[in-house]
């Protein structure tokens, strides 16, 4: 079995910061790609940030030059640093691992259960 478990989520101010972390553990033989989606009300769920097994990231246009994604390739674990926060950004954010499963051969998505990001004054 996989474990996908985010926290860091809550509630701040327009301009402020939050980290979001995500574990990831259990049967693993590697993990390719890791990530975090967003889903607003009303709104489907959208890429925010990825980054590969190679670190190479990508970003939401809507988040660049505010938010950073970083990886613990040994913990297997991947972060979320938001800065300079907006209303906007308000959403579940859901953690996303691309792996393969130890004694499995081909990779599948795994999901968090998601936290909530609130941005209100």
């Known amino acids: 079995q996989v474990q996908v478990v985010e926290s860091g989520g809550g509630l701040v101010q327009p301009g402020g910061s939050l980290r979001l972390s995500c574990a990831v553990s259990?049967?693993?033989?590697?993990?390719?790609?890791m990530g975090w989606y967003r889903q607003a009300p009303g709104k489907q769920r959208e890429l925010v940030s990825s980054?590969?097994?190679?670190?190479?990231?990508d970003y939401l246009d809507s988040v660049k030059g505010r938010f950073t994604i970083s990886r613990d390739f040994a913990k297997n674990m991947v972060y979320l640093q938001m800065n300079t926060l907006k209303p906007e950004d308000t959403a579940v954010y859901y953690c996303?691992?691309?792996?393969?499963?130890?004694?499995?051969?081909?990779?599948?998505?795994?999901w968090g259960q998601g936290t909530q990001v609130t941005v209100s004054s």
């Open positions: 259990g049967s693993i033989f590697r993990i390719y790609t």
């Open positions: 980054i590969t097994n190679s670190a190479i990231t």
């Open positions: 996303n691992a691309v792996l393969r499963r130890s004694g499995i051969l081909t990779t599948d998505n795994y």
